[in-house]
């Protein structure tokens, strides 16, 4: 049984892991800093090394390794292989021959895929997604990231764009987004967002533990921060969870209405507040759709946390051998 | 080569329609007043009574026909052949076995799709859509009904609810929408809302051509009433397409962030109003797209006319009988 490598392209690490695909489990992993700034050439080769060396540390040979899987934060050109827009690696990798070039320093098939798209794949495979046939992701963080599997088939889009469910408008007279749209859910539920809502509750003068929870240093305003004064009952604090879950809401809304998935699951640091969070979406999501049997769509936490990325990556690099060799 | 009938159950008329599956050639068609207010039990007979009555007008047997597809406006349980609820038909048809009925009344293998689905799945196999895997419809009249083809499949959702585009919210905090949900591209966008945009023009007394074209009389505004100002050069009659587009291409937007069809087609009589409101709604679609290469999404008219969901509704019975044979 051939084992797969699982990557995930970070602006910070790079992380690699040997996956079990037949269960999802890591066998092995190791990471190094990605010091992006030294340029892509330098960083494919630091990827290459890792691999070679993960596949050494576990006792493995390259014979025993099917593929690799890589997961990368942008627009990529899944065909080619090559990455388009990596907006938070320096230089941004326009058409950078990444799989290829893995390939020829590895020996070893490697296949792209957009590094929430591998997470929403992960979690289908083996996590919170497993065993239902459509799926909506939300992964939320800095910015709110997407991905949806389609009637048993992980929905690629063009060049494997589909499913960037942060980019939904909610409100067309909104403000503008990062991605030039204006409204979209990540300009109200993001993690920034959420962390904005605090700040001007503590620069209005609101009474509100956020205030003393960050020293009155507004840089210090996080989801987490503003999670933890909701926790000890703060009123302001619990409001500001309650908005975010509520444009949540509005946009499952939308993609029961549109896609009908039968479960809907919250991925990224920002889900880890919970019911806070997962109260008011699943209210304003229960309360607005009529249009599709709302009772039949789950809203569930993401069950493999850190390990979704590199998992879903490497089962990818499975399917495509699969798809190849058939 | 068998052939398979299509059926579209209005509110008002009843329709079926012999279709070679082969080409989409409507070969012979019929249509009696539904008279819905008889009831369902009197419906389903009429219904049988017009498919055995087109067959033999098309000089052909029961054992030429492979199957009967008909498209009901609603909602429905594909997997038991039912009616849930049609909400323009008197009584709303709770649970009634539709599927079954036609089968026991005329020996022949029925399937039930929703109408909107079946104008979808007409335009993808032999009209605007063919050709392409993932294919989006905006069908505009009294309401905005849906359809999503992805990866080369009819998106049926939860019980065939999928591709509800109308509902997808572009305003959290919009108007009631007659689903229950709020600011529903409905709301902005359907027939009588770009109508009611006419009403307010004229009941506020602004200079437009609108109120001569209805004598005053507001009533007889319509969208067709207003794409004819429209056309005479009336700034204001302008200014509604104008806006009613931008809603449709907000919406565009977010599909294209979710979804990434390669082909948006506009189905219903207010897509009749073409350039009027297809250009505000592909600008305003382009320029907000960021996420995906917007540059490949072409948005076009729908091709088959009313004949779309006869046409779709007998090529579903023709999959239907092919995914039980094989």
């Known amino acids: 049984m051939k084992r797969y490598i699982g990557c995930d392209l970070g602006g910070t690490n790079l992380r690699a892991a040997i996956i079990d695909v037949e269960t999802g489990s890591v066998l092995h992993q190791s990471s190094v800093p990605t010091l ?3 340029g892509h050439e330098a960083v494919m ?4 090394d890792l691999f ?4 050494q540390s576990a006792g493995l040979q390259k014979e025993d390794i099917g593929g690799i899987g890589i997961g990368a934060p942008g627009v990529l050109d899944l065909e080619r292989g090559e990455t388009l827009f990596l907006p938070n690696l320096p230089g941004t990798w326009p058409h950078v021959p990444l799989a290829a070039t893995i390939l020829q320093l590895t020996g070893l098939p490697t296949v792209l895929l957009n590094d929430v798209r591998s997470i929403t794949f992960g979690e289908w495979c083996f996590g919170a997604g497993r065993g239902v046939d459509t799926v909506a ?7 709110i990231g997407g991905g949806l599997v389609v009637n048993g088939q992980l929905h690629l889009g063009i060049g494997g764009t589909g499913g960037e469910l942060g980019h939904m408008v909610i409100n067309y007279n909104g403000p503008r987004c990062g991605c030039g749209n204006f409204g979209c859910l990540e300009t109200y539920a993001s ?4 962390a904005a809502m605090g700040m001007k509750a503590v620069a209005q003068g609101l009474t509100t533990k956020i205030g003393e929870l960050c020293e009155y240093d507004l840089n210090r305003i996080t989801p987490e921060l503003i999670a933890k004064a909701a926790a000890s009952g703060d009123e302001i604090a619990c409001d500001i969870y309650e908005k975010a879950g509520f444009y949540l809401g509005v946009a499952a809304s939308s993609i029961c ?3 009908g998935p039968r479960r809907i699951i919250l991925a990224g640091g920002v889900a880890h507040a919970g019911k806070l969070l997962f109260d008011p979406m699943e209210r304003t999501m229960r ?3 009529h249009v599709m049997p709302v009772e039949q769509v789950e809203i569930v936490p993401a069950l493999l946390g850190g390990n979704a990325g590199v998992i879903g990556a490497a089962c990818w690099a499975e399917q495509s051998a699969l798809n190849n060799a058939g």
Chains 1, 2 share one sequence.
């Open 36 to 38: 992006a700034r030294e």
């Open 45 to 48: 080769r630091r990827m290459a």
């Open 52 to 55: 070679l060396q993960v596949i």
């Open 137 to 143: 992701v939300f992964a939320i963080g800095t910015g």
């Open 191 to 194: 993690g920034p967002a959420i």
């Open 257 to 259: 209405a549109a896609v």
């Open 287 to 289: 309360a607005r759709v």
